[in-house]
């Protein structure tokens, strides 16, 4: 939505127990405003964190983190559209 060639992007970030250090994925969700509207699977990159420490991938949902979030840089988007579905 939105005037075409706007993007923002979005990475799950979460906090370390041990040090208590916000730890961000190196997987990131790239959204781009296309004409006509497209939408494009990023459950991946939203649903999980790719340790910079470990390189290793871990689940939103699995043990080894707390306090899951995502952070938002909007370069251009006036509204971002993301839809959850049951599988």
């Keep these: 939505m939105g005037t075409p060639g706007g993007s923002?992007?979005?990475t799950t970030c979460a906090t370390e127990p041990l040090t208590l250090i916000v730890v961000c994925s190196t997987n990131k969700a790239l959204?781009?405003?296309n004409k006509p509207n497209k939408f494009t699977n990023v459950t991946d990159a939203?649903?999980?964190l790719v340790d910079t420490n470990t390189l290793q991938t871990v689940a939103l949902f699995q043990?080894?983190?707390l306090n899951f979030f995502w952070d938002?840089?909007?370069?251009?988007n006036k509204?971002?559209?993301?839809?959850?579905?049951?599988n």
């Design 8 to 10: 923002s992007t979005l």
């Design 31 to 33: 959204f781009v405003r």
């Design 46 to 48: 939203l649903t999980s």
């Design 63 to 65: 043990g080894g983190f």
């Design 72 to 76: 938002y840089d909007n370069n251009g």
């Design 79 to 86: 509204l971002l559209q993301l839809r959850f579905y049951l």
